[in-house]
């Protein structure tokens, strides 16, 4: 350690003494941040032993299975990506119709279930399917890594089309027009311009589809047939043989790509410029495109979204049919068994509105002593932070399951181990939302009132929180979404009396009662819109955006 870090190491020290609250508060964040996070996490590695991870690569099944969650990685990443790129391009640069449609298209699977569009692929092309068996009279053979894939394409994309979109929005067109008035065509202009200026855009949405698609655990179950993933694997060791070195191992080495993925973003985007600030705003139209271009792209669009509006529309259908495939009259049974079904759904609301707003009051401190403190440790607590987003699902439930099901905390069976893991499953994304609403603080307002007198604690009280009560909505009620439509993390800790909608219409689709679980989607669906358009009519009031 050099003569000036161990000064700095000093002056941090010495500060921290003059705010004992805040050296209380660092102090107590990193404790449970390690015990919730990074416990459980080394639980799961450190439980399988050598051998156990040796099978990885002699038994054929499990090999395969790797190589399949790869695969499956790679081609759904990239026409997630690609058709993120297309609707962001159309909605953002071209004038075309029906774009509130459009977004309204890439807002659906976010708000869902991620396994519903399997479910739907089902009523739709399956033994008893409208399309295969009543209109063309075909039976399709829909299981497997082809049908999964246009199902991961359809579920995951809108997460990168909400990144890609914030990049192109806010591009500036006039180097655009620069590179046209000096002769550039319109492909150097796309390829050396438009997609350099985009590659954040472009890497954050591949990461945030790519760790998705990796640890997507509903669509395999359901779709997948024989195709084995790793997150499908580690599941039936643990759930079907009662295998739990094995399931930890499996998870593991779901882990190892994860962390490699976010270390691959970090390292493409953060070490390239992308600045584009001229001191001048620009509010030049973006540069008009071919006719074929625009009208090709809103095609491809317009085709994607009636997609897209079949896949739900047959859901809602489904939830007032007798008996899919045979009886198509109408009937409320599917929405009695809902509401005998009250508990689980409870559940959902209950687990989701506790986590989410656990998530956002521990995150918020946290962006604050990162973002506003310089105290030595803000790297750590910054990785802290965003580690259980580089964490799959079903890796962060295994290990909840693994590392509190003994002394000293015994969580198993409760309601607090289902809070806690969604909690803490959230924290990267109210921590962002946190400190992106803090980035765009200055500080002289904070200055002026600990001029003034006021204690770090009155002025974030009195100044801050006003300021940063958007982004704790938003980051609040995008965590409440995820939460009561997740799976994967709750799969390995859920019991009898904890159980949530989720897990009844995952039990539902498998034992092949397609009415009722089209009701329960469709009720958890409605609960999600109807959150959602609360917090945007009460932030709306405000001038902020909830993110959506």
Same mark, same amino acid.
């Given at each position: 350690?050099? $003569? ?15 705010? &004992?609250?805040?050296?209380? @508060? ?5 404790? /449970?941040?390690?015990? *919730? ?8 590695? $450190? ?39 297309? *609707? ?11 774009? +509130? ?69 806010? +591009? &500036? ?38 760790? !998705? ?5 509903? !669509? ?28 930890? #191992? ?6 190892? &790509?994860? @962390? ?6 970090? !390292?493409?985007? +953060? ?57 198509? %009259?109408?009937?409320?049974? !599917? ?50 932070? /965003?580690?259980?987003?580089?964490? &799959? ?10 590392? *509190?099901?003994? =002394? ?8 607090? /181990?289902?809070?806690?893991?969604? #909690? ?17 603080? =200055? ?5 002026? %009132? ?21 982004? *704790? @909505? ?41 009415? %009722? ?8 669906? %409605? ?5 959602? =358009? ?12 909830? +993110?959506?």
């Amino acid at each position: 350690m050099t $003569s000036r870090a161990v000064k700095d190491a000093w002056a941090d020290l010495k500060r921290l003494k003059q705010e &004992p609250i805040l050296a209380a @508060l660092i102090v107590m964040i990193i404790l /449970i941040t390690v015990y *919730f996070v990074c416990w459980p996490i080394l639980k799961v590695i $450190s439980f399988p032993q050598l051998s156990d991870y040796l099978q990885l690569f002699s038994n054929s099944r499990w090999f395969q299975a790797a190589l399949n969650s790869l695969f499956m990685t790679v081609i759904s990443t990239i026409s997630c990506t690609v058709v993120a790129f297309i *609707f962001a391009y159309s909605i953002t640069r071209l004038n075309i119709p029906l774009k +509130g449609l459009f977004r309204f298209i890439t807002l659906l699977p976010i708000v869902s279930p991620p396994f519903i569009v399997a479910l739907s692929y089902i009523l739709l092309f399956g033994r008893q399917g409208i399309i295969s068996k009543h209109v063309l009279h075909l039976n399709f053979d829909i299981y497997g890594w082809h049908g999964l894939w246009l199902i991961q394409t359809i579920t995951f994309f809108p997460y990168a089309y909400a990144v890609i979109n914030g990049v192109l929005k806010a +591009g &500036p067109t006039n180097l655009e027009y620069a590179a046209y008035n000096l002769g550039a065509t319109r492909w150097q202009v796309f390829k050396d311009v438009l997609f350099p200026l985009c590659r954040p855009g472009v890497a954050g949405g591949a990461l945030i589809t790519a760790m !998705n698609v990796l640890a997507d655990f509903g !669509n395999p179950m359901i779709i997948g047939g024989n195709y084995t993933l790793l997150p499908t694997e580690a599941y039936m060791q643990m759930a079907g043989l009662f295998d739990l070195p094995s399931a930890a #191992m499996l998870s593991t080495a779901l882990l190892i &790509p994860a @962390l490699g993925l976010f270390v691959l973003n970090r !390292n493409w985007v +953060g070490k390239r410029s992308y600045v584009t600030v001229t001191g001048k705003e620009t509010s030049l139209a973006p540069y008009p495109v071919p006719f074929y271009v625009k009208w090709g792209l809103f095609s491809f669009c317009l085709f994607v979204t009636a997609v897209i509006l079949a896949v739900y529309g047959v859901l809602f259908y489904g939830a007032f049919t007798k008996t899919w495939g045979y009886d198509w %009259s109408f009937t409320l049974n !599917n929405m009695s068994y809902v509401f005998a079904k009250g508990k689980e759904m409870f559940n959902s609301i209950k687990f989701a509105l506790i986590s989410s707003i656990a998530a956002a009051l521990f995150s918020l401190p946290l962006a604050y002593i990162v973002q506003r403190k310089q105290i030595g440790i803000n790297r750590f607590l910054d990785f802290l932070a /965003i580690l259980p987003g580089a964490v &799959p699902g079903v890796f962060l439930g295994l290990g909840f399951a693994i590392a *509190f099901n003994e =002394g000293p905390l015994v969580l198993t069976g409760t309601s607090a /181990i289902m809070i806690i893991a969604l #909690m803490f499953w959230n924290l990267p994304t109210c921590y962002s939302a946190s400190l992106a609403g803090l980035q765009q603080i =200055g500080t002289s307002l904070e200055e002026a %009132s600990l001029n003034m007198g006021a204690g770090n604690f009155r002025t974030f009280k009195n100044i801050l929180l006003p300021l940063l009560r958007g982004p *704790f @909505l938003s980051g609040l009620v995008l965590s409440f979404l995820r939460s009561v439509t997740c799976l994967s993390v709750i799969i390995f800790i859920y019991s009898a009396g904890t159980s949530v909608g989720t897990i009844s219409i995952l039990g539902l689709v498998q034992n092949g009662a397609w009415g %009722s679980a089209s009701a329960f989607t469709v009720v958890l669906i %409605s609960i999600a819109f109807a959150v959602l =358009g609360i917090a945007r009519l009460f932030i709306k009031e405000q001038g902020k955006s909830i +993110g959506l």
